[in-house]
């Protein structure tokens, strides 16, 4: 253990500037070989980088817990080679990553696998952190869908590169769950409430909206990401200013357009500021009086109130403790949140959900409550309490890794 932080300190100093990184690399790419030829996330090399690639294109890349494991040794063993300056992360397909695989997870719960379930939300947050506390840039591609955890693993990291084909969203309140992974940190860091409306409503973010409100750090053309891979891919440095410098080459300068929610700011912060759903829903009814919002709110209002109604509380309730958390206190809260979302104990919300979306796709969930009126506070309360005696909480390594956002 001691070996290995003695080689983070050096790492992290030479990111700051102080040491230089051997440059004895090899100019050939070095490909992986994986096991399995179908594995779900593949090795690009290049002379100074690495790319992992999320590979189920099928499945819009939703993250496994073979694919977070994965990540996780590859990123820990990628931090420590002197011979790699940065690392970058895309996904196959039309889609960056889509978030969980939330149907496997819900399939090992009705076989009784709690186990692996709690498994793989500890995996995920620690490779939040993770990505979070990198010691190297790295540049994630954010092509495609980019949902749920599929934000969580990119949003944390030093570039986030947004196309014109990118939809950003956290739509788990629609399936009975909450948004994960980090989420509760940096949506509530959003101008306003924005980061409530999202989460509450899941609403999707174009490309040119994640610019503006700060999910994203660059924005190219879709047409042009063969341009900006080419590029990073013949870099030579370990230099988070080089990368920036490349990024911002192939950038294109891009603004909301007319129809963009981020011009209903001051709607948003008048509706979502208020203390409970019930009265965001309220006040949303109320704005709906308003012709120039008419649309606009009865959507909002119809996308809440398609969602768990023990959901919505929960959610709303992680994005304000998370306003006034740092990122692992969140990661903390989070997997209490999750462990007892995913038990049962008190809702089968999250299963029901993901049947009557993902599953039957008949799109008639039978929510428990069936009403916000019904959720009590002792149920919602029961998402943020501690574990218990003999369930450990998560452990992240805060003594030796410090988040840099």
């Not at 990505?131 to 990291?157: C, E, N, R, S």
Request: a negative charge.
């Amino acid at each position: 253990m001691m070996q290995r932080f003695q080689r983070l300190i050096k790492l992290k100093q030479a990111r700051n500037g102080l040491l230089s990184y051997q440059r004895n690399f090899s100019a050939l790419p070095y490909y992986a070989q994986c096991d399995d030829p179908q594995d779900q996330v593949l090795v690009e090399g290049r002379a100074k980088s690495r790319a992992a690639i999320l590979n189920r294109p099928a499945s819009l890349n939703a993250l496994t817990i073979p694919m977070v494991a994965r990540l996780k040794r590859l990123y820990e063993s990628w931090e420590e080679n002197p011979d790699i300056g940065f690392v970058l992360m895309k996904g196959s397909g039309k889609a960056f990553c889509s978030g969980s695989d939330v149907v496997s997870l819900c399939e090992l719960l009705n076989e009784g696998k709690m186990e692996e379930c709690k498994t793989y939300f500890q995996t995920l947050y620690k490779f939040v952190y993770l990505q979070a506390t990198y010691l190297k840039p790295h540049v994630a591609i954010l092509d495609g869908f980019t949902m749920g955890a599929g934000a969580g693993i990119a949003v944390p990291g030093m570039f986030r590169l947004a196309t014109n084909k990118t939809v950003f969203a956290h739509p788990e309140a629609q399936i009975g769950f909450h948004p994960d992974a980090g989420a509760s940190f940096y949506l509530s860091r959003l101008p306003g409430y924005l980061g409530e409306y999202l989460a509450l409503t899941g609403d999707k973010l174009n490309g040119a909206e994640m610019i503006a409100c700060g999910l994203a750090s660059h924005f190219v053309l879709h047409e042009r990401l063969d341009l900006v891979e080419e590029r990073l891919g013949k870099l030579i440095t370990d230099e988070a200013t080089v990368i920036e410098t490349s990024l911002a080459q192939y950038g294109d300068l891009v603004y909301p357009d007319k129809t963009s929610v981020l011009l209903k700011f001051e709607t948003i912060d008048k509706c979502f500021s208020h203390d409970t759903v019930e009265e965001i829903v309220d006040a949303l009814e109320s704005e709906a009086a308003d012709d120039s919002y008419n649309e606009w709110c009865k959507n909002a209002i119809g996308k809440i109130k398609e969602a768990s109604p023990l959901s919505l509380k929960v959610t709303l309730q992680s994005i304000r403790e998370g306003r006034f958390q740092s990122l692992d206190q969140c990661l903390a809260r989070e997997y209490r949140m999750s462990l007892t979302g995913m038990s049962k104990q008190v809702s089968n919300d999250v299963c029901e959900g993901v049947r009557a979306r993902l599953v039957d796709k008949d799109f008639a969930p039978k929510w428990d409550p069936p009403s916000l009126k019904e959720v009590s506070k002792d149920m919602v309360d029961s998402y943020f309490s501690p574990l218990g005696e003999f369930e450990p909480e998560l452990e992240l390594p805060t003594a030796l890794r410090e988040p840099y956002i």
